[in-house]
């Protein structure tokens, strides 16, 4: 499956941007999706991931009561709404799929990348 982020930009400190991946694949039903992200120095990590149907989420601690993950299928679409945005957050956020076993965090089982949108917050 062909992943397309987009939804980042500059932000300040506190506000609010939500990101979109669109799939290109009407069985992007089948899959599970992630939320990854990488700042400039460090290794990917986890930040959100949901189950086909969308009844099950995970998120890392991290980001947990301020972003949340949805998806919509009859769209072929993820999205991430950020909000209370922290300099910390600044990174490439990449999203990703995988087939089956549930929400998970580890990025081995993800094997469909898409090509990352940059999220700048500013202090």
């Known amino acids: 499956v062909q992943l397309q982020a987009s939804g980042g930009g500059l932000v300040q400190a506190g506000g609010s941007l939500r990101l979109s991946c669109a799939a290109s694949?009407?069985?992007?039903?089948?899959?599970?999706m992630g939320w990854f992200r990488q700042a400039p120095g460090k290794e990917r990590e986890i930040v959100a991931s949901i189950s086909e149907s969308g009844g099950n989420k995970y998120y890392a601690d991290s980001v947990k009561g301020r972003f949340t993950i949805s998806r919509d299928n009859a769209k072929n679409t993820m999205y991430l709404q950020m909000n209370s945005l922290k300099p910390e957050d600044t990174a490439v956020y990449y999203c990703?799929?995988?087939w089956g076993l549930g929400p998970t965090p580890d990025i081995i089982d993800y094997h469909s990348w898409g090509q990352g949108t940059l999220v700048t917050v500013s202090s």
């Open positions: 694949e009407r069985t992007f039903s089948s899959y599970v």
């Open positions: 990703a799929a995988k």
